[in-house]
């Protein structure tokens, strides 16, 4: 009991994180399965043929390019504007600037639904065509927020004596912000376009609102479940589990190796 008192934390936190990951081991599994109806939700044999032909569904994988396409760009949309209002609330006084940090947090505040229902409307009173441009800038506008916090949160962090260092030493406002400003926000910039990424390829409300005829990924996984599910989404879900993993254990692994080349020897 004692031994259990001590690594209380750390059970509970081992817990969690099979809690969380279980799902995707799920998925995992279920990938290398061979249902014998529509639906993969049942165990029978062990079958590698869904991996061999991950596109063999119709329609599949070009949701899955769709869905990727406008992920990329809402990620490159946000993240831009996201790092410059970020930097422009911490380091500038100007007039509701506190009402704007205030702002800043409704999207992630409000009900996806009551969001996606504004989108629409605002949408159709433009006279907009609903499609991949709404889809783009819907996505673009939720992801905004997160970004924000996410680079708010690193440029609080800085010190801004090495700004003044670097002018000190002659250098230019660009010349400051590409060697000293921008490698030290880079950690939040990086998480706020991941997060930007990882919450437009998912998602369903907002798209499934402003999309039109227009079908991503999402819309697509959500439709093949009513009528069946094939292996082939198990696949694609095992595959964006695994890349992302890699992607975090790659980042970790680059960050401990800059902290052992910046110690003395």
Same mark, same amino acid.
């Given at each position: 009991?004692?031994?259990?008192?001590?690594?209380?934390?750390?059970?509970?936190?081992? *817990?969690?994180?099979?809690?969380?990951?279980?799902?995707?081991?799920?998925?995992?599994?279920?990938?290398?399965?061979?249902?014998?109806?529509?639906?993969?939700?049942?165990?029978?044999? =062990?079958?590698? %043929?869904?991996?061999? %032909?991950?596109? $063999?569904?119709? %329609?599949?994988?070009?949701?899955?390019?769709?869905?990727? /396409?406008?992920?990329?760009?809402?990620?490159?949309? !946000?993240?831009?504007?996201?790092?410059? @209002?970020? =930097?422009?609330?911490?380091?500038?006084?100007?007039?509701?600037?506190?009402?704007?940090?205030?702002?800043?947090?409704?999207?992630?505040?409000?009900?996806?639904?009551?969001?996606?229902?504004?989108?629409?409307?605002?949408? *159709?009173? *433009? $006279?907009?065509?609903?499609?991949?441009?709404?889809?783009?800038?819907?996505?673009?506008?939720?992801?905004?927020?997160?970004?924000?916090?996410?680079?708010?949160?690193?440029?609080?962090?800085? %010190?801004?004596?090495?700004?003044?260092?670097?002018?000190?030493?002659?250098? $230019?406002?660009?010349?400051? =912000?590409?060697?000293?400003?921008?490698?030290?926000?880079?950690?939040?910039?990086?998480?706020?376009?991941?997060?930007?990424?990882?919450?437009?390829?998912?998602?369903?409300?907002?798209?499934?609102?402003?999309?039109?005829?227009?079908?991503?990924?999402?819309?697509?996984?959500?439709?093949?479940? /009513?009528?069946?599910?094939?292996?082939?989404?198990?696949? @694609?879900?095992?595959?964006?589990?695994? @890349?992302?993993?890699? @992607?975090?254990?790659?980042? /970790? =692994?680059? !960050? $401990?190796?800059?902290?052992?080349?910046?110690?003395?020897?």
């Amino acid at each position: 009991m004692r031994w259990i008192r001590h690594h209380l934390v750390v059970i509970a936190g081992l *817990l969690t994180l099979a809690y969380m990951i279980l799902p995707n081991i799920v998925v995992m599994v279920f990938s290398f399965n061979k249902p014998t109806g529509r639906f993969n939700y049942a165990w029978q044999e =062990f079958s590698t %043929d869904a991996w061999k %032909d991950p596109c $063999g569904v119709a %329609d599949m994988c070009g949701s899955l390019s769709l869905s990727l /396409q406008i992920a990329l760009w809402a990620t490159i949309g !946000s993240t831009v504007l996201g790092s410059m @209002i970020a =930097f422009a609330l911490v380091r500038y006084r100007f007039r509701a600037r506190g009402a704007i940090n205030s702002l800043i947090f409704l999207p992630m505040a409000m009900p996806e639904v009551v969001m996606a229902a504004s989108l629409l409307t605002l949408f *159709l009173n *433009l $006279g907009a065509e609903l499609g991949f441009w709404t889809i783009l800038i819907a996505h673009t506008m939720f992801c905004l927020s997160f970004v924000v916090v996410a680079v708010k949160a690193r440029v609080l962090s800085m %010190d801004p004596r090495l700004e003044e260092a670097a002018r000190d030493l002659y250098a $230019g406002p660009v010349q400051t =912000f590409v060697r000293v400003t921008l490698p030290i926000a880079a950690p939040g910039i990086a998480a706020g376009a991941m997060l930007a990424f990882a919450l437009s390829f998912d998602d369903f409300i907002i798209t499934n609102f402003n999309s039109g005829n227009t079908v991503t990924f999402p819309m697509f996984v959500w439709g093949s479940a /009513q009528r069946g599910t094939p292996v082939q989404i198990n696949v @694609i879900g095992t595959a964006m589990f695994v @890349i992302a993993v890699l @992607i975090v254990v790659a980042g /970790q =692994f680059i !960050s $401990g190796r800059r902290k052992n080349s910046a110690l003395p020897k």
